[in-house]
């Protein structure tokens, strides 16, 4: 359950706008995807959230370097 006061959107809309600005599009075409599956009050936050959708596919696919997971045993990058 979200904080009070918050909302589920509110937070996955917040996450997507900072996935996108760090560089990491696998995050936000997940959660764009995932707020494409909630039910939203408001049929102009769902065209919205439709329309940054659509910009994130046109990003790269993958992650930006210094983003993706490494491993501490080996230092390899999972991507």
Same mark, same amino acid.
């Given at each position: &359950?979200? #904080? !009070?006061? /918050?909302?589920?959107?509110?937070?996955?809309? +917040?996450?997507? %706008?900072?996935?996108? $600005? /760090?560089?990491?599009?696998?995050?936000a075409r997940f959660v764009y995807s995932r707020l494409g599956?909630? *039910? /939203?009050? *408001? #049929?102009?936050?769902?065209?919205?959230? &439709?329309?940054? @959708?659509?910009?994130? !596919?046109?990003?790269?696919? %993958? &992650? !930006?370097?210094?983003?993706? #997971?490494? +491993?501490?045993?080996?230092?390899? $990058? *999972? @991507?």
């Amino acid at each position: &359950d979200p #904080p !009070r006061g /918050m909302t589920t959107v509110t937070i996955l809309q +917040c996450l997507a %706008k900072y996935a996108e $600005q /760090m560089g990491a599009y696998n995050l936000a075409r997940f959660v764009y995807s995932r707020l494409g599956s909630l *039910n /939203m009050c *408001n #049929p102009k936050h769902q065209e919205h959230n &439709d329309l940054l @959708s659509l910009a994130v !596919r046109a990003k790269p696919f %993958k &992650d !930006r370097e210094a983003l993706l #997971p490494v +491993c501490f045993v080996c230092g390899a $990058q *999972n @991507s």
